[in-house]
């Protein structure tokens, strides 16, 4: 069984007034969501994950709209939401529970150097199969997000790091 996991896709990232800003990420999104909608047709679970700040005033604020999936993204109600507190979605949430049956799993998003790859590190060493949708990551450099996977795949080689339209081919096919 497979799952895709969302990382951090929030309102915090495309909001201009964010010190958290990333940019432009439309053509990002519409890559998610062509994901998403294929996952959601051939896999049993879609989790989304989202960061707060505990205590903040100033970003990631609990409770606010900063911290809500973005609009734009195709998140259905029976998807899954799991609020993580620190950088690895796997600390003090249900997000093992959640993964009880899957033993593959899909991951992508935003910060690739920071949560994404922390819950890929975290993932690893639970000896999930992972793939990573590269051209479906984001961070605030390329530089960063060559080293990023440059890094893991050195240090994992067993994690597959592909681009959407390898992964999209790659699948129906099997």
Same mark, same amino acid.
């Given at each position: 069984?497979?799952?895709?996991?969302l990382v951090d896709l929030e309102n915090e990232w495309?909001?201009?007034?964010?010190?958290?800003?990333?940019?432009?990420? $439309?053509?990002?999104?519409?890559?998610?969501?062509?994901?998403? +909608?294929?996952?959601?047709?051939?896999?049993?679970?879609?989790?989304?994950?989202?960061h707060i700040e505990k205590g903040s005033e100033f970003?990631?604020?609990?409770? $606010?709209?900063?911290?809500?999936?973005? +609009? =734009?993204?195709?998140?259905?109600?029976?998807?899954?939401?799991?609020?993580?507190?620190? !950088? $690895?979605?796997?600390?003090?949430?249900? @997000?093992? /529970?959640? @993964?009880a049956w899957i033993q593959e799993i899909i991951v992508?998003?935003? @910060?690739?150097?920071?949560?994404?790859?922390?819950?890929?590190?975290?993932?690893?060493?639970?000896?999930?199969?992972?793939?990573? !949708?590269?051209?479906?990551?984001?961070?605030?450099?390329? /530089?960063?997000? %060559?080293?990023?996977?440059?890094?893991?795949? %050195?240090?994992?080689?067993?994690?597959?790091?592909?681009?959407? =339209?390898?992964?999209?081919?790659?699948?129906?096919?099997?």
């Amino acid at each position: 069984m497979k799952a895709l996991i969302l990382v951090d896709l929030e309102n915090e990232w495309i909001d201009p007034n964010s010190n958290y800003y990333v940019g432009d990420i $439309s053509k990002s999104l519409e890559k998610m969501n062509n994901l998403i +909608d294929f996952c959601r047709k051939n896999w049993d679970k879609i989790i989304f994950v989202r960061h707060i700040e505990k205590g903040s005033e100033f970003a990631f604020v609990e409770n $606010s709209r900063n911290v809500e999936i973005i +609009d =734009s993204l195709h998140k259905l109600p029976q998807d899954f939401l799991i609020s993580k507190y620190k !950088i $690895s979605p796997f600390y003090e949430t249900n @997000l093992v /529970e959640e @993964l009880a049956w899957i033993q593959e799993i899909i991951v992508g998003w935003i @910060l690739t150097n920071l949560c994404v790859r922390s819950l890929i590190q975290d993932a690893y060493d639970r000896d999930f199969v992972i793939t990573v !949708i590269k051209d479906c990551c984001i961070t605030k450099s390329k /530089e960063i997000q %060559e080293f990023t996977f440059r890094d893991l795949k %050195e240090t994992r080689e067993e994690i597959n790091f592909i681009d959407l =339209s390898e992964f999209l081919q790659v699948t129906k096919e099997f």
